[in-house]
């Protein structure tokens, strides 16, 4: 009997280390890094600049980098604005209830949403602003305004807020239960994700079948090119699950059409019942489960964000279980012997 799993990520996360990749905890939840980290806080916000920032300002004394903090404060306050011109118009209309709900509720989300401004990049947005620069500095130094164009200046770019977790990557079973759970700070890069699966399915007999995967093109492309890891998956297919196969891989690419196409599996397919044996989208349905928690989670530091999600799956699960007794569809646990690689 062919056995199956699913993995994908889904956004939601909650604040951590502005150091790509940092899995240490936040001291607070409105720290920008963490206690490892923190002199970097001490240093201007613009990308690449290592000049200390004045006391109650982000970014050092070069104007152009003032200027991105100012445009960025400047977005905030205007935001704010607008906002409280709503608010009050709504208010007039006759109707005493807060646009925003109560009024604890409403600075809650004003913090949230401005929180939202602040994890954004802010740049020199305004392309115009940037190339009038430019053609200032080519007037000054005499040459000719189309030379600039040709290779105009990068724009600075800087990120005053805190920086969020990337994403927390599901395995879910073609049944919709869900085994393994990990969170991902930078990317949902290929090695983090190879080393998630290797985490839930610790040795080769533990691998399913099936792994499908939306990505799974890059995937098997970068454990082909690994003699460990072509070991390890060597009898497990690494199949684009089927909607995204349809629709967001170019029929171009001979090597995941060949690779990757569960209709290159003939097992997966029903051809009595024109059916596909497995439901690959299971991961995405779960995702669209899991994404109803974000309003909830998004503020938590780790302890209780791990404990949250882990008891809530838990509790899915639980009650999927019971589902699938109902239906008769028997769902049973595999024995950890069975699972353990013979020597």
Not at 9 to 26: E, K, Q
Not at 230 to 237: D, G, M, Q, S, V
Request: hydrophobic share 30%.
């Amino acid at each position: 009997m062919l056995s199956c799993a699913i993995t994908d990520g889904v956004s939601i996360g909650r604040p951590c280390c502005r150091v790509h990749n940092c899995a240490n905890p936040l001291p607070t939840n409105r720290s920008r890094y963490c206690l490892q980290h923190q002199a970097i806080d001490a240093i201007c916000a613009v990308e690449g600049c290592e000049e200390p920032a004045p006391t109650g300002r982000r970014t050092c004394n070069t104007p152009e980098h003032r200027q991105l903090e100012d445009h960025y404060n400047a977005t905030g306050k205007s935001f704010k604005i607008l906002k409280k011109r709503l608010q009050q118009a709504y208010n007039r209309g006759n109707n005493n209830v807060p646009l925003y709900g109560n009024d604890e509720e409403a600075d809650q989300e004003e913090e949230d949403e401005d929180d939202d401004l602040e994890e954004e990049e802010a740049e020199l947005s305004a392309q115009a602003h940037v190339q009038a620069q430019a053609e200032g500095q080519a007037s000054a130094e005499g040459e000719p305004q189309n030379s600039q164009k040709l290779n105009p200046p990068s724009k600075p770019k800087a990120r005053f807020g805190r920086r969020r977790t990337h994403n927390e990557q599901l395995i879910v079973r073609p049944c919709g239960i869900i085994v393994g759970r990990a969170t991902f700070y930078g990317a949902e890069s290929l090695s983090a994700v190879v080393k998630f699966i290797r985490s839930v399915f610790p040795t080769e007999k533990s691998l399913p079948d099936v792994i499908f995967y939306d990505n799974n093109c890059q995937l098997h492309r970068y454990v082909h090119d690994r003699p460990d890891l072509r070991e390890y998956f060597k009898h497990t297919a690494l199949v684009v699950d089927v909607f995204h196969f349809k629709t967001k891989h170019s029929e171009k690419d001979e090597y995941c059409s060949q690779h990757c196409n569960a209709m290159a599996y003939p097992e997966l397919y029903d051809e009595p019942g024109k059916r596909w044996t497995f439901n690959s989208s299971a991961c995405e349905q779960t995702n669209a489960w899991l994404r109803k928690f974000q309003g909830i989670v998004r503020e938590m530091l780790p302890v209780r964000y791990e404990f949250f999600l882990d008891e809530v799956i838990k509790a899915r699960n639980s009650f999927l279980v019971q589902e699938l007794q109902k239906a008769k569809r028997a769902p049973d646990l595999v024995p950890i012997a069975a699972l353990k690689t013979h020597q």
